[in-house]
């Protein structure tokens, strides 16, 4: 069981050292040259009378953990492929008219675009369309829509021929009606002419005596109202009415009645002027 285990471990450590070693080895560098150099005149006085010295030459070790500096994946394009295999042509024949028109494509038409400006005849475009092809397949909702419309179209006209026969009728009495009225008025007129007085007629100090009537019941009741409402008031009411016009202009009691002349204009009265 240990020897299996360590041999597992081992495994394990020397795969994680693999993975973290360089993928490149570091190359070896070249042995060190010598080189004696001669310096020139103005060189000489520069330093300081030295006339020739020895320079070692070493090549600097280059780090092999270290990322490339170039890129390298340029894309090139690839070199002249295998010469293609010869295709065999059958020899030239003469192409006959058939053939001819079997290969004719025709233009490209389209509903949308014509970018040249062409004038396209409209068989071409049905053509292009391709609405000859297509069966017409109408909806029988169509015949229902119609005939409910005709249906309707049909009741509203006796309609308004109901209602405008209805409304003839109705002119039709009013004018007999009024026809009635002109005649009985007439028939009353040539009575009165006549001296037949009627029943229904009246005479003027009659209708007074009405009149009068009329406007005491309303003084009483008007009376009978005060009374009940405010009996203070009444009396005081009563003590106005019953005083002098010298004691309510004493008083400032007294208003002069309101004028019913200035009510109309005077020119209407004699327009024979």
């Not at 292009?128 to 005709?150: C, M, S, T, V, W």
């Not at 009013?174 to 009627?198: F, M, P, S």
Request: aromatic share 4%; with cysteine.
């Amino acid at each position: 069981t240990t020897r299996k285990t360590r041999e597992a471990l081992e495994k394990e450590v020397n795969s994680k050292i693999v993975a973290a070693q360089p993928t490149q080895v570091a190359q070896k560098t070249q042995p060190a040259q010598y080189i004696r150099y001669t310096p020139s005149q103005q060189g000489i006085a520069f330093n300081s009378g030295a006339k020739q010295r020895v320079i070692r030459m070493v090549e600097m070790q280059k780090d092999p953990m270290e990322p490339p500096r170039f890129k390298t994946n340029k894309k090139i394009p690839r070199g002249p492929p295998s010469p293609p295999a010869p295709v065999m042509h059958s020899p030239s024949r003469k192409v006959t008219v058939k053939e001819q028109q079997e290969w004719k494509i025709p233009p490209c038409i389209s509903n949308w675009k014509n970018a040249k400006g062409y004038t396209i005849p409209l068989d071409k475009r049905l053509a292009a369309d391709g609405r000859g092809l297509q069966d017409p397949h109408i909806n029988d909702k169509f015949a229902k829509l119609a005939e409910a419309l005709y249906i309707a179209d049909r009741k509203a006209r006796e309609a308004v021929e109901m209602r405008a026969q209805l409304e003839k009728k109705l002119a039709q009495k009013e004018k007999e009606k009024r026809e009635l009225k002109l005649v009985q008025l007439a028939q009353r007129a040539r009575d009165e002419r006549a001296g037949i007085k009627t029943a229904d007629d009246r005479s003027e100090e009659e209708r007074e005596r009405d009149k009068l009537r009329h406007d005491r019941h309303k003084e009483r009741e008007r009376a009978h109202r005060i009374s009940k409402a405010a009996p203070d008031k009444r009396s005081k009411l009563q003590r106005d009415k019953e005083r002098d016009i010298s004691e309510q202009i004493a008083l400032g009691l007294a208003s002069a009645p309101a004028s019913q002349e200035a009510l109309y204009d005077q020119r209407l009265f004699n327009q024979s002027k």
